[in-house]
């Protein structure tokens, strides 16, 4: 398995106040009323 996919796959497990604290920590910003699916795409975006 790529290594891309297996980050994908570790993200996806994590929880949206979780998500959040890494864009926070990456300096990425990001609407209050995101979804989980496009907190995903903008830490993939990221990598």
């Known amino acids: ?3 891309s996919r297996l980050a994908e796959t570790s993200l996806s497990k994590l929880t ?3 998500l959040k604290t890494i864009l926070d920590e990456k300096g990425i910003e990001y609407k209050n009323n ?3 699916k496009e907190l995903l795409k903008l830490l ?4």
Do not use: A
């Open 44 to 47: 993939e975006g990221t990598e």
């Open 1 to 3: 398995m790529p290594e």
């Open 34 to 36: 995101v979804s989980k």
């Open 16 to 18: 949206i106040p979780e």
